[in-house]
């Protein structure tokens, strides 16, 4: 039997319980038929808070749901575990759902078990569970953090093996913690790896993701009051998760070439430094630059991504691609302004803020910082798009466009231009170097183009 394919109404969850409740459906329905978390705050092109966390769940994403005790982060990831995954593993489901404490250790409670009769530890069915739920993971200390680094990678060690989790190279890892600066007293520091391997924040403390007043107040309506967790029913979709996880993983190796010129943008343009030829680590000297007499040059706010933040900013826009089209079908999507949104969440605790403007201007609030300073980099790259794009998508023809004039309006290739109207027309050269944001890595990308293009077809 075929495959039934994902659609968009599968994925409802509080928007479900809503609109039942709307149609007259009695509270007992709604608790035994729809999930419950329900934020309807537009973020982008039509998706709201919950579409972001839907489409990271899609692309097999590693992801940290942040805010303060009773925002709904633990109630979202509850969904997900009940309502698409269908509960514990041990139960006959897809998930696990472990409880971060102390002297937690997943190794010898969840992936192993002794075998009395061989006295030896043995693999348990764990380790094809598709979804894991980390409640309250910096309630662990760090040690005990470290253990969730090979989830974070989709990958374990046992008896000197690498194995692999979950199923079809899929999945999906959710991690809830409290962010504050010393309001949560059981609660330890987390290292720069472990962030670099959950990747997606979504930071329910800042405006951008916080329910509508009418998400409040529907939520009072449908369901009975209960200041714990509510169970959504128990539901698996996962198939159905895994075929689209394949469409939006085959989809992230040809993103177009306005998603090249933005990763590209982030990744070589962010390494440059006007004072030296790269970027210290870190961004120490920064203060003290020439280059940054206001205190507040681009270059001095932010460093480039590791390449796995690109890879899962390449996987995350996909997905939420793929999720913007299973909404909205005819809907046109403006890849410019998705790699920048999708970077925005990326980027936020990937350790590349100025840690000294992050405290002194910004006290720690790094989705505040992070909002401010992408859009400075929107802002950036749109005034360079004609430039950056027009070379991108000549070069891929094997044809080397690296320097303009403007003429009526359009930016025109210079080459293309006779000693006689050369005259009339300065030369534009805006694949400098000597820019806060670097440019002349587009004039590397066409030499690379123009040399593999026909080889890379």
């Known amino acids: 039997m075929a495959q039934k394919k994902l659609k968009y109404k599968d994925l409802l969850l509080g928007e479900k319980a809503r609109d039942a409740f709307l149609a007259g459906k009695s509270t007992d329905y709604i608790k035994d038929n729809c999930a419950v978390y329900l934020n309807t705050k537009e973020v982008y092109a039509g998706l709201n808070v919950t579409d972001f966390a839907i489409a990271a769940v899609l692309s097999g994403g590693k992801v940290l749901f942040i805010g303060d005790a009773g925002c709904g982060k633990s109630q979202l990831a509850h969904d997900f575990h009940n309502y698409y995954f269908d509960a514990n593993k041990g139960d006959g489901g897809q998930g696990l759902w472990i409880r ?50 090979p989830i974070g990678d989709g990958m374990m060690d046992y008896n000197g093996k690498s194995i692999e989790l979950g199923k079809d190279e899929y999945t999906l890892a959710i991690a809830t913690v409290n962010l504050g600066n010393g309001e949560y007293k059981g609660t330890f520091e987390s290292d720069e790896a472990l962030y670099n391997r959950f990747s997606i924040a979504i930071d329910f403390d800042y405006k951008m993701f916080r329910p509508t007043q009418e998400d409040e107040m529907f939520l009072d309506l449908i369901r009975e009051a209960n200041p714990n967790i509510k169970h959504a029913p128990v539901r698996d979709i996962s198939a159905q998760i895994l075929d689209a996880n394949k469409d939006i993983g085959k ?13 590209n943008y982030l990744r070589f343009g962010l390494r440059n430094c006007q004072a030296n030829e790269e970027k210290e680590k870190g961004m120490i000297h920064c203060q003290d630059c020439s280059k940054n007499a206001s ?8 460093r480039s991504p590791s390449r796995r933040t690109l890879e899962a900013l390449s996987k995350y826009a996909s997905g939420l691609y793929y999720l913007a089209k299973l909404k909205y079908p005819k809907k046109q999507v403006d890849t410019i302004e998705l790699m920048f949104k999708t970077f925005e969440l ?35 790259f749109r005034k360079n798009e004609d430039y950056i794009l027009t070379s991108l998508s000549e070069a891929m023809n094997g044809k080397s466009i690296k320097y303009f004039f403007e003429h009526e309006g359009k930016v025109l290739d210079y080459s293309a231009l006779n000693k006689v109207a050369k005259k009339n027309y300065p030369k534009i050269n805006p694949f400098r170097d000597s820019r806060e944001i670097g440019l002349k890595w587009v004039k590397d990308s066409i030499n690379f183009n123009v040399k593999y293009r026909s080889k890379l077809k």
């Open 100 to 149: 971060g404490r102390p002297e937690l250790d997943i190794y010898s409670e969840i992936f192993t078990q002794l075998n009395i009769d061989k006295a030896a530890r043995e693999l348990t069915e764990n380790i094809d569970a598709l979804s894991y739920i980390v409640d309250e993971l910096n309630r662990c200390p760090p040690a005990a953090q470290n253990q969730f680094l």
């Open 295 to 302: 205190g507040e040059a681009l270059c001095s706010l932010i």
């Open 251 to 263: 989809q992230s190796i040809d993103l177009g070439i306005e998603a090249i010129g933005v990763k």
């Open 346 to 380: 990326i980027g936020t605790y990937q350790n590349l803020l100025n840690p000294m403007i992050l405290r002194s201007k910004y006290s720690n609030h790094n989705q505040k910082m992070m909002s401010e300073v992408v859009s400075e980099l929107k802002e950036d």
